[in-house]
């Protein structure tokens, strides 16, 4: 089990000011870990990460960006760190990255594409590519160890793309993402992660969770 906000709530959104400052005023640590507490995204309990770790907490990104207005100011905020890049396209891995890199994209006035696994292998479909004269940024909504991102970033490579840098809501890292890339994220936060075999929860007995599932077993 893990903690959350209570059902039927609305969904906080981010209390930014009058739309004459936004432009000129960039949203602090304190706020956007405030936002997070407030959507209950912040969870305790036992969780098995995308990359196969273990962690006590887990940030929840979907409910911050399930009220628009949050999605679009996170994503103006990401685009305003990354402007100076002039990416043309913004490339997100789905589902995780897909309405961040929609909200980038938005704001730096480029489109929007994803890729999705087919065979479990991320890869461009419907329709989407990209050229040689592409400067791609790729976007998430929580880098952990890098390896999604790091995957999106070798499909942009792939089809020939110039890849200029990444970017996340949230990097739980440690730094140690590695992406050989720039990289910037609005948020960064220090949770513990274990090897599945090391981890003390399993060995507590405590059940497992992939966030959005029943617990594993």
Do not use: W
């Not at 956007?32 to 196969?52: E, I, K, N, V, W």
């Not at 949230?170 to 274990?194: C, E, F, H, K, M």
């Amino acid at each position: 089990m893990y903690t959350t906000r209570t059902p039927g709530n609305p969904a906080p959104t981010l209390q930014m000011p009058a739309a004459r400052d936004r432009n000129d005023r960039r949203m602090t640590r304190d706020e956007l870990l405030d936002l997070y507490r407030r959507s209950g995204a912040l969870l305790d309990g036992h969780f098995r990460l995308t990359s196969g770790l273990h962690s006590s907490g887990y940030m929840q990104c979907a409910l911050v960006l399930q009220d628009p207005a949050n999605a679009e100011a996170l994503g103006r905020e990401l685009a305003r760190h990354l402007s100076g890049l002039q990416a043309t396209v913004v490339l997100s891995p789905a589902l995780g990255g897909l309405i961040i890199g929609h909200e980038v994209a938005r704001a730096l006035g480029v489109r929007a594409i994803f890729a999705e696994r087919q065979d479990g292998v991320l890869t461009l479909r419907r329709g989407f590519t990209l050229s040689s004269s592409d400067r791609v940024i790729v976007i998430e909504d929580v880098v952990t160890t890098g390896k999604s991102t790091r995957e999106t970033l070798d499909v942009a490579q792939a089809a020939g793309a110039q890849i200029v840098g990444a970017g996340s809501i949230v990097d739980r890292s440690g730094g140690n993402s590695q992406l050989g890339v720039p990289y910037t994220a609005l948020l960064q936060i220090d949770l513990p992660t274990y090897q599945p075999e090391t981890c003390p929860l399993c060995a507590a007995g405590q059940p497992v969770v992939k966030p959005g599932s029943r617990p594993i077993a």
